[in-house]
């Protein structure tokens, strides 16, 4: 695990593809699965299409972070790292308008899913810093 971080603060582009591959597998889960299997997750169909639009802009982001191979990379992983942290709070904010229709299984794959990127967020400023001093 320590090889990979420090793998991560010398080849920071990889955070990108990290970041990329967990925004696809939210934007299949919410924008497919979740919808298919809607009356048990308590959002409707038009929310859950919403919140899967964000991660498929995060997935074109990423993809053009990660080919464009930014000489400023900081700040590109600062902005994908605040990016994610908005699609927390929507999420959040979205679970609690909800609240009352959502089920203990959309609860739990939302809660999930913030848990995930908000340590995703944690290593992308973790780099960030890393490599700022």
């Known amino acids: 695990m320590i090889s990979f971080l420090k793998n991560l603060n010398s080849k920071p582009r990889g955070l990108f593809i990290i970041d990329g591959f967990g925004a696809l597998v939210s934007a299949f889960f919410i924008g497919f699965v979740l919808v298919k299997f809607q009356p048990f997750i308590g959002l409707s169909k038009?929310?859950?299409?919403?919140?899967?639009?964000?991660?498929?802009?995060?997935?074109?982001?990423?993809?053009?972070?990660?080919?464009?191979?930014?000489?400023?990379?900081?700040?590109?992983?600062?902005?994908?790292?605040?990016?994610?942290?908005?699609?927390?709070?929507?999420?959040?904010?979205?679970?609690?308008?909800?609240?009352?229709?959502?089920t203990k299984l959309g609860l739990f794959y939302f809660g999930l899913e913030i848990m995930v990127l908000l340590l995703l967020i944690r290593l992308e400023f973790s780099v960030v810093h890393k490599i700022s001093n």
């Open 46 to 102: 038009s929310t859950l299409y919403f919140l899967a639009v964000f991660p498929t802009i995060l997935i074109v982001y990423n993809v053009y972070c990660y080919f464009k191979n930014p000489i400023k990379i900081l700040v590109f992983l600062k902005i994908i790292a605040f990016l994610n942290l908005f699609y927390c709070f929507l999420s959040i904010a979205i679970i609690l308008y909800n609240y009352n229709s959502i």
